[in-house]
């Protein structure tokens, strides 16, 4: 076969639906997650870097699964990496394996203060608590339930997230059992990486999965009249909380109790539900071109001072 039919063959093979598929899937993905990149300052470089390394080790993991044994020369293969900079990878501690997968540290207190008898009223309603204090006090809920996070930190994060009023006298008390967490900081920043993945995981599981599938649902039109949005809004925050609450609710009676400590420990799962409400404007044909005219600007010379201006000029005549 010559070089030019070899290369018409070539070009009329039918390209890999699932491969174009997953990349204009990976793009969708990366849209936003890009955005936040450019507003935390992290390069390209290091994105590339972040993504060589946790596709050698999520490849390694996979080929041990497979094999039972580590193999880099597979690992190579299968990322399209050198297999030196596959080893030099291994080598290094992975950064990613202490990191627990857990509630948010606000969430965790508001979800004690609701839950726990130690900080509610016989009733069964959230307490009023005083700030300071060694017994029952908003003290003594985040040193047990905020993770190491300082008393004064997590009253400000509370604050600002509006979930606590704070009362004369230096009391609190409990607005917002489910806060929604805003601001570009750590904390919030780790919990949007929670919530992704616990997403995509779900997702990719029931692709790969022929067993019932996990519970996965959306609501969507996409000609909305506008003036109806605060109503749609303010509606499904409601039924939103009704619906967390009453999973929360659930999920705390599913918890298995240890009988006796001499017993060995089974094997825990990590159960949860995820609701989120979202919006956003769909692009017309003008918005480009709208675009573009606002954002042309004219190009600028360099002017000399007026007075050297006038005594050319006078040089001239």
Known sequence: MSQSALFQAEATQPEDPI?????????????????????????????????????????????????????????????????????????CRDSQTAVKKSQHPARRVLAAWYDSPQFGTPSGEPAILSIFGKKRSFERLVDQYGGGIPVRAMLDELTQMNAIEQLPGQKLRVRARIPILTGLNSR???ALGERTRDLLETLIRNLKQNSPPL?????????????????????????GKSFINSATSLLNRSQKKQLSKSLQPSKRLRLGVTVYYFQDEIPSENDGAMSAGLSRRKNLRRRAPKSKRATSVLQVK
């Open 19 to 91: 491969k174009e598929a997953t990349i204009g899937t990976l793009i969708s993905v990366l849209d936003p997650l890009l955005e936040l990149m450019l507003d935390a300052g992290v390069t390209v470089q290091e994105l590339n870097k972040t993504v060589r390394e946790r596709a050698v080790r999520a490849a390694t993991r996979r080929v041990k699964k497979e094999t039972g044994r580590e193999s880099k020369s597979r690992v190579a293969i299968i990322t399209g990496l050198p297999r030196s900079e596959v080893t030099r990878i291994l080598s």
């Open 188 to 190: 919030s920043i780790a």
């Open 215 to 239: 519970f996965e649902a959306t609501a969507l039109i996409d000609d909305s009249d506008t003036d109806m949005v605060s109503v749609v809004r303010r509606e499904i925050t409601e039924q």
